[in-house]
């Protein structure tokens, strides 16, 4: 856990998004489709003192099993 300033990395701006990943639910693809195409564009946005962060309410065990069968 960390709190709300430390998702910001020291940058001026935060985008939030919240992945529609339910606990024990199956992925929606369109979240899984926003993650697969972030890759080296989060350079573009941390160049423009911005921070992107992708929550999910799913447990954390179950989002770093997907990060892993995605390779993100």
């Not at 960390?2 to 020291?10: I, T």
């Not at 199956?26 to 564009?41: A, K, L, Q, R, Y």
Request: contains cysteine; charged residues 20%.
């Amino acid at each position: 856990e960390v709190g709300l300033v430390d998702l910001f990395e020291g940058r001026r701006q935060l985008i939030v998004y919240c992945a529609m990943l339910e606990p024990g639910a199956t992925p929606f693809e369109g979240c899984s489709m926003v993650m697969d195409n972030i890759g080296h564009n989060l350079a573009h946005v941390n160049a423009r003192d911005t921070t992107f962060v992708f929550t999910s309410p799913a447990p954390q065990h179950e989002i770093l099993a997907l990060q892993k069968r995605m390779h993100w």
